[in-house]
């Protein structure tokens, strides 16, 4: 590390863990976000957003990424250490991250150009990206999109729907998975183009979900130009874009998740030990749950390994998915219990969030591919079960 405190060459993971670890441990700046509550996502999003400037301003968020897009070399197994080091001190991972553990890596592979040009702008925390590939009648199948694009001279013109979009209601850009082959052609005719949420003909609306957090929005496409150099990939390439950028969103979106349950954990135990309470059973279920997440983490390791050796990741990363969703259901069902009646009826921003993070929690099994889907992929591609 420099005298500055910003970082040198990437070095090797120790070095940068150690490095990372007293720079978080020193910087008193930092106190601004250890274990800070936010009232609504938008405020969250945007005191994450000041997060990341300070630690791309000192070069610790762009390890694990190549130099072209912003980054100062490394792999996988840095941007690891990172939700490693970050959690492990109370200090959140900012949330977007999430969606740049999936989309990024896509961008990198298949349209390196696009990359360079937007993604130091997203480690620098002056943008961020959103997810659209559901809609209202294809979900888990995305071969039945039916948003469409007509590609007309130098752009294409985009019609249709997405729902549930990820971070779609603060997003710049969202990453949209769009059909512009016949609806015949199911996944042989979907394409991926970076769409800016400020583009005319795109309309985004917030969906607030049941704990009032507007985490996810629909977004309604008519008649949106957007340039053909937009292409994530070729023409008819996006579903193979999207197979690849599930091997991020299984492996490394599901370690990142486990620090932050980690973090959680520990943030209901501590809870518990302040109120001078212990209910039945509480000693057991915090065990469980912490061997739930080591579970998860076993797993993802070995994942997020094979990422930063540039193996494939197959159909094998359903097994994260189903890990992850478990240990998550599991940890905020126990929250609501051990914290009872408190965490129903009580004010304060803990007690909220709380709240809030058991709303959320319960698509866990749902988004991102159901648990059943994740099963059956299991079942047939990796076991080889007989079929039914």
Not at 159 to 169: E, P, V, Y
Not at 210 to 230: N, Q, T
Request: charged share 25%.
């Amino acid at each position: 590390m420099r005298s500055d405190g910003t970082t040198g060459g990437p070095g090797g993971l120790a070095a940068y863990r150690e490095g990372l670890g007293t720079f978080l441990d020193g910087h008193p700046g930092l106190e601004r976000w250890r274990r800070a509550h936010h009232p609504t996502v938008e405020d969250k999003l945007t005191e994450h957003a000041a997060l990341m400037r300070l630690l791309n301003e000192t070069g610790w968020n762009r390890y694990g990424w190549p130099e072209g897009v912003g980054g100062l070399g490394g792999d996988e197994r840095h941007r690891a250490v990172y939700f490693d080091e970050l959690t492990a001190r109370d200090l959140p991972v900012p949330e977007q991250h999430l969606m740049l553990e999936t989309l990024g890596p896509a961008a990198v592979r298949f349209a390196p150009a696009l990359a360079a040009r937007f993604l130091p702008a997203y480690l620098r925390g002056e943008e961020w990206w959103g997810q659209g590939f559901s809609e209202p009648e294809a979900g888990s199948d995305l071969a039945a999109l039916r948003c469409r694009a007509e590609r007309t001279g130098e752009h294409y013109v985009i019609n249709g729907q997405k729902i549930w979009t990820s971070h779609g209601a603060t997003a710049h850009r969202l990453f949209c998975l769009v059909r512009t082959g016949t609806p015949e052609s199911r996944h042989r005719g979907l394409s991926m183009l970076a769409v800016d949420t400020d583009t005319p003909g795109v309309t985004v609306r917030p969906i607030a979900l049941a704990s009032g957090r507007r985490e996810l929005a629909e977004v309604f496409f008519d008649g949106a130009l957007v340039p053909a150099s937009r292409l994530v990939g070729a023409e008819g390439q996006g579903w193979a874009v999207a197979m690849y950028l599930l091997q991020w969103e299984r492996g490394m979106y599901a370690w990142l998740a486990s620090t932050v349950l980690l973090q959680r954990l520990r943030a209901l135990r501590d809870q518990l030990a302040r109120s001078g309470r212990r209910p039945d059973g509480a000693v057991r279920r915090i065990g469980q749950i912490y061997l739930d997440v080591i579970t998860l983490r076993c797993r993802s390791a070995q994942t997020v390994g094979r990422l930063a050796r540039g193996d494939t990741v197959g159909p094998e990363a359903s097994a994260d998915k189903i890990l992850l969703a478990t240990a998550e259901q599991n940890l905020y069902d126990a929250a609501c219990d051990l914290l009872s009646p408190h965490v129903e009826i009580g004010d304060g921003d803990e007690l909220e969030e709380w709240r809030a993070d058991w709303w959320y929690s319960r698509a866990a099994t749902i988004m991102g591919g159901s648990a059943e889907v994740q099963r059956s992929i299991l079942a047939d591609r990796v076991l080889g079960l007989p079929k039914e």
